[in-house]
């Protein structure tokens, strides 16, 4: 199915107000933490390896809920360039699974393997580490060469298992410098993608199409060049100023046929920000965000033009007022958002937040907001490294993401987060897999529909620590509600959330029996997935950790995942692995 794209003239939407926002308790001790961590920049902030290793070559597309923290970075490309629909546990950079104190070192070293092939590594050292200036290096990898078994029987091809081939690297290097009353930084990224498209595709049978003849083998290779500078003040400055700068070079070696070269990206964006107290406790500012994306699109070998791309300006103008009580906050904005190109779009959603304590460590909180996801194509490489790769999908315009909630950490150990919200997007990108008509050799690359999309969302989040154990667990209801596009003549069967779960559980139990050992169990269900005309099996995966700690150098851990032998996917067609083990050591220096 060729990529679907929604041109329609702009709605009329009334802000929601008196919103707020969410705060992780408990308040105090959080905000001291924040505070310690801010005074040094330590390797967490420049790398942040996540739960996710090899074994994962794609992950379930993102539906974010409300955060709980601020995570240290947003760079990173590695093991799964996607955003999974459940909350991804970032592990502290020399923390790997060892729980060796990182801060107290300047380097660190992991290096893992298992079944599949999978193998892990991760390195990272600061050159400078003072009071004022920081200089880091880092490096990561992820890989896979494994053979995976299909879900479902393809009658028209006599295959029933294939190899998923993966190969992520990222290298970079970052520069800080404090001086008296301004942060300023400097860094680079380089991250390389090899990877097949190891999926299949949706086949109708026609007496018009002949059966399709797929390429599992050639390796199609995504490549990300980054560089960023920038300075901003120092926190809680009266006047308050940023200039972040940013550029992102973007290829792919491919277009849809191994004859055609892939498209480079061009990305030039800036951060701005401007503001100024008052009274004490009162700020006005307003901030700005830009993109400006151009591309280099070469020509195809077979002479037939590729899908056009439009050069487009993307950018979100936010002023807004905040007021802060000794118990109570306030802030009432708005956000004017825009794109250019031949399907131009301009529109205003609210952003407004508020939150009161009510009570010991409990907090009512608020919040409504919208946004315009660029879904560029390094974006939805990093969401889905099997999108087609010569599909341009246009920017999601989101009018209205709000929620509302309760936080507590009344009780001694215990903390929990009561939540609900809805969103309202145009534009909503969905993935589908593809028809098998195309006569190109990746017939199996993922398309992209977008659709009008309502979600209603509610859940609870819940901790609970006693001594040596820790448990947690999230609940999320997911209500998905696609509104009807008039531009497009779409079937019912079109008109769903393709491949979004409308259940999702995530629970886990850590314990540390004695103080270098500790075990953790975690297991993550989702269910309601739909796609096109077909259910698609809930997820069930659950996995255990073990690790020990040697001393303060030396740690090694073991990785039991999928441990009820599930078969299941995360985009149609493309399985993941099936039960496997994984063996490594941590090393900080």
């Not at 090899?54 to 993102?62: E, H, Q, S, W």
């Not at 029987?153 to 290298?171: G, R, S």
């Not at 008296?180 to 190891?198: I, P």
């Not at 993401?401 to 534009?427: E, H, M, Q, R, Y």
Request: glycine letters at 8%; one cysteine or more; hydrophobic letters at 35%.
């Amino acid at each position: 199915m060729n990529m679907m794209k929604t041109r329609y003239n702009i709605k009329a939407i009334c802000a929601i107000l008196l919103l707020g926002v969410s705060i992780t308790l408990p308040a105090q001790e959080e905000d001291q933490t924040n505070r310690d961590l801010n005074r040094e920049m330590t390797l967490e902030k420049e790398y942040d390896p996540s739960i996710r290793d090899a074994n994962k070559v794609n992950t379930l597309p993102a539906v974010k809920e409300p955060e709980v923290k601020k995570m240290p970075i947003d760079y990173a490309t590695f093991a799964v360039p996607v955003d999974p629909q459940k909350e991804i546990t970032l592990l502290p950079s020399g923390n790997i699974l060892t729980d060796v104190a990182y801060n107290k070192r300047r380097g660190y070293f992991n290096a893992a393997g298992g079944t599949y092939l999978n193998l892990n590594g991760d390195a990272g050292y600061h050159i400078l580490d003072t009071e004022k200036d920081q200089l880091n290096i880092f490096f990561s990898h992820r890989s896979t060469n494994g053979t995976v078994k299909y879900n479902h029987t393809y009658y028209y091809i006599d295959a029933e298992k294939v190899k998923a081939k993966l190969n992520d690297n990222l290298v970079g290097i970052r520069f800080r410098h404090l001086f008296k009353k301004a942060d300023f930084k400097l860094g680079t990224h380089y991250g390389y993608s090899s990877f097949n498209y190891y999926g299949m595709p949706i086949f109708i049978p026609s007496s018009s199409y002949a059966i399709p003849s797929l390429d599992f083998s050639t390796n199609q290779v995504n490549q990300t060049l980054q560089a960023f500078t920038g300075i901003s003040s120092k926190e809680g400055a009266k006047v308050g100023y940023l200039l972040d700068l940013d550029y992102t070079n973007f290829s792919r070696k491919y277009a849809l046929t191994k004859a055609d070269e892939g498209i480079t990206e061009h990305t030039l964006g800036a951060k701005l920000g401007l503001s100024s107290a008052f009274k004490g406790n009162q700020r006005v500012g307003i901030d700005g965000k830009f993109a400006y994306l151009t591309y280099t699109i070469p020509r195809p070998a077979s002479g037939d033009p590729m899908a056009d791309y439009d050069n487009r300006l993307e950018g979100t103008i936010t002023p807004y007022y905040r007021v802060e009580g000794e118990n109570w906050h306030i802030q009432l904005g708005a956000n004017v958002l825009f794109y250019t190109g031949d399907s131009s779009k301009l529109f205003v959603s609210p952003n407004v937040e508020a939150d009161v304590t009510v009570g010991a460590k409990t907090v009512l909180y608020a919040k409504a907001g919208g946004e315009l996801t660029s879904n560029s194509a390094y974006a939805l490489s990093r969401e889905n490294r099997y999108v087609n790769p010569v599909a341009q999908v246009l920017p999601s315009r989101v009018w209205l993401d709000a929620v509302v909630g309760l936080k507590s950490g009344i009780a001694p150990g215990f903390w929990f987060n009561l939540f609900a919200g809805c969103k309202l997007t145009d534009d909503d990108h969905f993935f589908l897999p593809p028809s098998t008509y195309s006569p190109s050799d990746f017939k199996n690359a993922i398309d992209v529909l977008q659709l009008n999309a309502t979600l209603i969302r509610g859940g609870l989040e819940m901790t609970y620590a006693y001594q040596w154990i820790e448990v947690t667990l999230k609940g999320v209801y997911n209500n998905w509600s696609i509104r009807k596009n008039k531009s497009l003549n779409l079937t019912s069967d079109l008109l769903k959330a393709q491949g979004r779960p409308k259940m999702e559980i995530t629970t886990g139990v850590l314990v540390k029996p004695v103080d270098k050992v500790s075990v953790n169990l975690d297991y993550y269900l989702a269910g309601g997935r739909e796609v096109y005309l077909y259910k698609m099996k809930n997820i069930h995966e659950l996995n255990l950790t073990g690790s020990y700690r040697f001393n303060d150098t030396f740690g090694a851990y073991l990785k039991l995942n999928n441990l009820l032998f599930q078969k299941y996917e995360v985009l149609y067609g493309y399985p993941l692995q099936g039960f496997n083990v994984m063996a490594g050591i941590n090393i900080n220096f």
